[in-house]
């Protein structure tokens, strides 16, 4: 992972309002989807259809996969889907931080697009899981995502 990646036990800056929220990308595979399941939170999900468009107005987590051709930091890791949500400045402002997942398999370009858009809008990446995560990866997300909202 790239060494100046924000991580959030560093991270001083601006934490999420209002309730817990989170917004995925999920192909057709449908991986990040039942990941996001588990983890039981209010959720909304980035349409594979780049014809229908999502805005969002309250602060969220966005969970994404990563689709790239693997290499080290290659921009075509971000899903055009999620590329196209956050190109709206209200979405974008909304993100307070990121969470990706991916396949170790693409070796330097696990689950790269976590730290493309922690660097990208300068948010916290909070957490990097496999395919559809273990049950300590859903525990630790909740967990992760509670702290971050300073909720009890
Ligand atoms: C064409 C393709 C490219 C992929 N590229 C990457 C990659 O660059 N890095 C990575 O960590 N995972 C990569 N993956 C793995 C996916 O991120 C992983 O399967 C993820 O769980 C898919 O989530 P989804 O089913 O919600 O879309 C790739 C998968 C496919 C099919």
Redesign the pocket.
């Known amino acids: 992972m790239p060494k100046d990646v924000i991580k959030i036990n560093n991270w001083n800056g601006a934490k999420p309002s209002g309730e817990i929220f989170v917004i ?12 996001v399941e588990k983890i039981n939170v209010p959720s909304q999900r980035i349409d594979v259809n780049l014809e229908k468009k999502l805005l969002v107005n309250q602060d969220f987590v966005l969970i ?8 080290d930091d ?1 921009e ?2 971000v ?1 055009i889907q999620v590329k196209k949500f956050l190109n709206e400045k209200n979405n974008r402002d909304h993100c307070k931080g990121v969470i ?7 070796g330097n ?5 976590g730290p493309i858009i922690s660097k990208k809008l300068n948010v916290p990446l909070l957490y990097q899981f ?3 995560g273990t049950s300590e990866d859903v525990n630790r997300i909740k967990e992760i995502l509670k702290n971050f909202w300073g909720k009890k």
């Open positions: 995925y990308f999920s192909s057709l595979s449908n991986n990040t989807h039942r990941f994404t996969p990563t689709y790239g051709g693997g290499g290659d075509g890791s899903p990706a997942s991916g396949n170790t398999n693409f370009g696990f689950a790269l697009a496999e395919l559809l």
